[in-house]
């Protein structure tokens, strides 16, 4: 479909916080709470959740005419949790 101008792209994203969201509910559990947080720490190299936010510029990068030239990808947004390809 490139030849027509569709281009396909995906977005791959990480551990997400928002209230409202898997993480948050989580975290509502005292108990567990530093758990997550040891997990995130240990696994994310940027050791820190993303926020919607982030997720939503590459989207909206993706989208643009300055990806005009970017198809066939999957952005991974992950603060580096994705270790090799």
Do not use: C
């Not at 530093?34 to 989207?59: K, M, Q, S």
């Not at 993706?62 to 949790?81: I, N």
């Amino acid at each position: 479909m490139g030849a027509a101008g569709v281009r396909v792209n995906a977005v791959a994203p990480g551990n997400v916080f928002f209230p409202g969201g898997s993480w948050a509910r989580k975290f509502e559990d005292a108990g567990s709470k530093a758990l997550f947080l040891e997990y995130i720490e240990r696994e994310v190299p940027l050791r820190r959740f993303a926020t919607p936010r982030e997720i939503a510029d590459v989207v909206v990068f993706l989208a643009s005419a300055r990806a005009g030239f970017v198809t066939g990808a999957v952005v991974a947004v992950d603060g580096g949790q994705l270790r090799s390809v």
